[in-house]
């Protein structure tokens, strides 16, 4: 999990760069609305600020940047041949391309947003839609789920979010629609937009209608086994960035998340046969 990033970049917010006590620049390129979240981008250029629009967060609401207050700061500067992405007066990155910068931006941007979510709760989880109810896939990073939300994705399942699930105090799943991370056979990862798997992007929240806590195992079969929704509710917690004596309330929100889910856990074979086991058992038009 990645909590302790994200705590020192909160921590970080509001001392440094274009706090949340400070009016923004005028210069400043776009802003986002991420739930109770505000997010300020400043760009040396048009044609940096351009590729940064189309990928982060891209389904999200800007806003106008005249007046506001920003309670996350990202810059991205020209130094020589070189861009740096700063977050605050944090270093993050430099690179020749902005393109090369996208990922640890949205990497960056995962962390503080998720730090700031208060009343949501995240988890890690990929998050499609089915018929009307999410399908969620919890697992720690690196552990294959965008690849399997992306395959779901190409089936007509709709995009909620390949990192983070984002539940309320309801047990509702809200959509974090950053782009999917896919590495596609590559060693490094590329930002894909749901749009370019033909996929919808949600817009609204959903209940959980399933959880899917799979291994990958190369070369093995799909093992997957029916559990208790006690076994649901403790897989949420161990998936959640969060600590929870500072959020003891997310123990009833994930006990209503799963309430009306089916829980499986076991191990799956690649992302294809995997596909074509759930929506098997799902079995429900989308």
Known sequence: MRTQPARRLHGMMGTQGYCRDQPMPANSSFAIRVYNCTVLLVTPDSNVSSVLERLILPTLPRIE???????ISIRVAQSGAQLELFIDDFLVKAAAAVEELVVALIKVLDDAIVARLDPLRAIHSGAVGWGGRVILLPGSTHSGKSSLVAELLRRGAVYFSDEYSLIDDQGFVHPYPRPLLLRNGQPRQVPVLASELSAAVADT???????????????????VERMAQGEAVLTLLRNTPHFLSESPEMVAAFAKAVAGASFYA?????????????????????
């Open 266 to 286: 076991g191990q799956r074979p690649d992302v294809v046969e995997a596909a074509d086991h759930i929506l098997q058992m799902i079995d429900g038009p989308v």
């Open 205 to 223: 929240s959903a209940p959980v209608g399933w959880i899917f806590a799979l291994r990958y195992e190369p070369q093995s079969a799909w093992n």
């Open 65 to 71: 940047t005249a007046g506001i207050r920003a309670d």
